[in-house]
C-alpha cells in the first residue's frame, strides 16, 4: 500500500537528486495518481516509475534534457518501466482505457500525463 494513493508512495515520484520535491503532499497531482491506479487496475499487476521519471525540479529536469515546463516539473507526470515490446505495448493500452493526456514511447519506458497543454521545444520556433 502507498501513502499517496492505494498504489504508490511519495518515495516512487521523489526527485533524483534528494531536494525534497516530490516528497511533499501536494507535489504529485492527484490527477495522474488516479490515472496510475487505474492503470494499476486494468494490467492487474505493479507499475513501477523509473528513477527520476516522476517529479524533477528544473536541475533535474534539464540534466535529463526534459523541456522548459515540463510535466515532470509540475508533478503531472511519470515515466513508467517496461522490460519489452509486449510489456510496453499493454502499458500504452492501459494508458489510453485509464484516459491519459498524453503518452510518450521510449525505450525502457512509457511516459504519461495529465496535461492538457503540452509545453513545446523552443527549437519549434513557436
Not at 516530490?22 to 492487474?44: H, K, N, P, S, T
Not at 493500452?93 to 521545444?121: E, Q
Amino acid at each position: 500500500m502507498g501513502d499517496l494513493s492505494p498504489y504508490f508512495s511519495r518515495s516512487e515520484f521523489s526527485c533524483g537528486c534528494s531536494c525534497g520535491f516530490g516528497f511533499e503532499y501536494g507535489d504529485v497531482d492527484v490527477e495522474l495518481l488516479a490515472l496510475l491506479d487505474r492503470m494499476r487496475e486494468i494490467l492487474g499487476a505493479p507499475i513501477y516509475i523509473s528513477h527520476n521519471g516522476g517529479c524533477r525540479c528544473g536541475v533535474c529536469n534539464e540534466e535529463v534534457g526534459g523541456v522548459d515546463n515540463s510535466a515532470h516539473s509540475r508533478g503531472m507526470a511519470a515515466d513508467l518501466k517496461v522490460t519489452g515490446g509486449w510489456e510496453r505495448r499493454k502499458m500504452i493500452d492501459a494508458a489510453v482505457v485509464a484516459g491519459a493526456a498524453g503518452i510518450g514511447v521510449a525505450n525502457g519506458f512509457v511516459h504519461v500525463d495529465v496535461c492538457d497543454v503540452k509545453p513545446r521545444p523552443s527549437a519549434w520556433g513557436y
